[in-house]
């Protein structure tokens, strides 16, 4: 896979050059900024890009911006941000709507502490590569112990469980076997969710649409929002 880096602390990028490098995938650019980023992108056409939410020139939302921007101009690319922070707004904003066309790549968004499991990261590459959704679980048990939202209340507590452990990019059998069911369970639990959340089969990747539906529906209290800056 090739992949565009953009982190501006140099221990963090080559770390990640390294360990990519490592699996063997292809970094075909390492971005200290996000002007870079956004003309590496444009250049070398990645298959996927990790990029950091904070990073110069302003130092504030700089990453999560050309994320977006590549999310728009080129939705084939797979699109992974990293964040020292929770970050709930961050997540939403790049996650709220599927890339579009019929390539569309996934994304995810990942705390920095999880690079250093390196299992987890490298899964969590192959979902967003294959056209799949991560999310931190650590977001997710936030937005969980959140006040539930109106719109999954028709999930049982086993079902938003399920979703949940969707959302973080497991499979069947992984969900399977950290709750202690079967797989056949599992999958019975998603067909609820499935038709609770009214997506029909014709509707695509329905485990995408289900995560991004549990991702809109997920409440965002004034505590729990980095408000990105709009100057």
Same mark, same amino acid.
């Given at each position: 896979?090739?992949?565009?880096? !953009? @982190?501006? %602390?140099?221990?963090? /990028?080559? =770390?990640?050059?390294?360990? +990519?490098?490592?699996?063997?995938?292809?970094? *075909?650019?390492?971005?200290?900024?996000?002007?870079?980023?956004?003309?590496?992108?444009?250049?070398?056409?990645?298959?996927?890009?990790?990029?950091?939410?904070?990073?110069?020139?302003?130092?504030?939302?700089?990453?999560?911006?050309?994320?977006?921007?590549?999310?728009?101009?080129?939705?084939?690319?797979?699109?992974?941000?990293?964040?020292?922070?929770?970050?709930?707004?961050?997540?939403?904003?790049?996650? !709220? @709507?599927? %890339?579009?066309?019929? /390539?569309? =790549?996934?994304?995810?968004? +990942?705390?920095?502490?999880?690079?250093?499991? *390196?299992?987890?990261?490298?899964?969590?590459?192959?979902?967003?590569?294959?056209?799949?959704?991560?999310?931190?679980?650590?977001?997710?048990?936030?937005?969980?112990?959140?006040?539930?939202?109106?719109?999954?209340?028709?999930?049982?507590?086993?079902?938003?469980?399920?979703?949940?452990?969707?959302?973080?990019?497991?499979?069947?059998?992984?969900?399977?076997?950290?709750?202690?069911?079967?797989?056949?369970?599992?999958?019975?639990?998603?067909?609820?969710?499935?038709?609770?959340?009214?997506?029909?089969?014709?509707?695509?990747?329905?485990? *995408?649409?289900?995560?991004?539906?549990?991702?809109?529906?997920?409440?965002?209290?004034?505590?729990?929002?980095?408000?990105?800056?709009?100057?």
């Amino acid at each position: 896979m090739r992949v565009v880096i !953009a @982190e501006d %602390a140099a221990l963090m /990028r080559e =770390g990640l050059i390294a360990l +990519l490098q490592r699996f063997g995938h292809q970094v *075909v650019h390492a971005a200290e900024d996000a002007d870079d980023l956004l003309e590496a992108v444009s250049h070398c056409r990645p298959d996927m890009v990790i990029t950091d939410v904070r990073m110069p020139p302003r130092n504030l939302d700089d990453g999560l911006r050309a994320a977006l921007a590549i999310r728009a101009e080129h939705p084939q690319t797979g699109i992974l941000v990293l964040s020292q922070y929770l970050g709930d707004a961050y997540a939403a904003k790049l996650l !709220a @709507e599927p %890339a579009k066309g019929p /390539r569309g =790549g996934g994304a995810g968004y +990942l705390l920095k502490d999880r690079v250093g499991r *390196v299992t987890d990261f490298m899964h969590s590459l192959d979902v967003i590569a294959g056209g799949g959704i991560v999310i931190d679980p650590k977001v997710v048990g936030h937005l969980m112990s959140s006040e539930r939202p109106q719109a999954l209340d028709m999930l049982s507590e086993r079902e938003r469980e399920v979703l949940g452990r969707m959302a973080t990019g497991e499979s069947n059998h992984h969900i399977a076997a950290s709750l202690h069911v079967t797989e056949g369970a599992v999958v019975k639990h998603i067909g609820n969710i499935f038709a609770k959340l009214g997506l029909q089969a014709e509707d695509g990747n329905r485990r *995408v649409l289900a995560v991004l539906t549990y991702l809109r529906a997920a409440r965002l209290g004034p505590a729990d929002e980095e408000t990105v800056d709009e100057r």
